[in-house]
């Protein structure tokens, strides 16, 4: 097989579209079919089929893609390497907290030490930085959880995260806990401290509040600053907010089980720069 039935098969996948990969490719879309066809015949399985004028996914291309990620990902590598010290692409995955509070102070210090190296950084929620790590989509990933990750990767346990209720006036989290028209302002319902704080709320209290959902903690922060409800988040992410009066910290009977987690896959690739940034947390 050659490298680019596996550019191509790539391209097809994300797309789900042979005539929008020959584009991108700048193939026609014969040699784009052609391609997967020879792919196919050397793998031995069906990796793609059209039903319902719709290309579908087979169960061995999702098996394939980590694989194919990984090839793909080691011959850039290999294109991108020279004499000159250490190159290449370092991805990561991180939620928007994790982001502000730990990695980006540390972004600097790393590139220090691999000044050529590629940093490419995206936000997500926690699960789907895992499901990214595991599908070969990012060399590490970052997530706030109170469990144990995926035995499939290696966890580097960055310790609890102080979590703290917030509200934009000073009463006590009972009164909270009686106002039946108060707004819980939080993000998506995967997070995990946000999960935290409704089971712990439900099963100590039995009660569940009305939600706002924002897709930023900048945007949480202004809208209970405001007035318009109360938050749950990481102390780092408010305490400025804190220290000068526009928020205030409310005293809940919330056990907090919430730590971070620095995520890698076991293999060798980049082996060098992963452990490297391991080792600017520990």
């Given amino acids: 097989m050659e490298i680019r039935e596996l550019q191509t098969f790539k391209v097809i996948y994300e797309t789900r579209n042979f005539s929008k990969a020959a584009e991108i490719l700048g193939y026609t879309q014969s040699t784009v079919s052609m391609q997967i066809k020879n792919l196919e015949n050397e793998l031995g399985t069906k990796l793609f089929e059209y039903k319902n004028r719709q290309v579908n996914v087979t169960a061995a291309a999702m098996q394939l893609l980590p694989l194919i990620n990984k090839t793909l990902e080691s011959f850039s590598d290999i294109k991108e390497w020279n004499q000159s010290g250490e190159t290449g692409v370092l991805k990561i995955a991180a939620p928007e907290s994790l982001t502000i509070s730990l990695v980006a102070p540390m972004l600097p210090k790393f590139k220090e030490q691999f000044p050529q190296v590629e940093i490419q950084l995206q936000n997500a929620t926690c699960l789907y930085n895992e499901e990214a790590l595991l599908n070969g989509e990012v060399d590490v990933a970052f997530m706030m959880w109170p469990s144990r990750p995926s035995k499939k990767l290696i966890d580097h346990d960055l310790g609890e995260q102080e979590m ?104 060798k690739d980049k082996s060098m720069l992963i452990s490297n940034f391991v080792n600017l947390f520990n």
């Fill in 164 to 267: 703290v209720l917030v509200s934009s006036r000073k009463q006590t989290f009972q009164q909270i806990l009686n106002d039946q028209q108060v707004n819980f302002i939080i993000n998506e319902p995967e997070c995990s401290y946000r999960h935290q704080f409704e089971t712990a709320v439900w099963e100590q209290h039995q009660r569940q509040f009305k939600t706002i959902s924002l897709p930023s903690i900048a945007a949480i922060k202004a809208t209970v600053a405001n007035g318009l409800g109360f938050s749950y988040l990481p102390l780092n992410m408010v305490q400025s907010e804190v220290d000068c009066g526009e928020l205030y910290i409310i005293k809940t009977d919330i056990v907090n089980h919430v730590h971070g987690h620095l995520l890698t896959r076991s293999y």
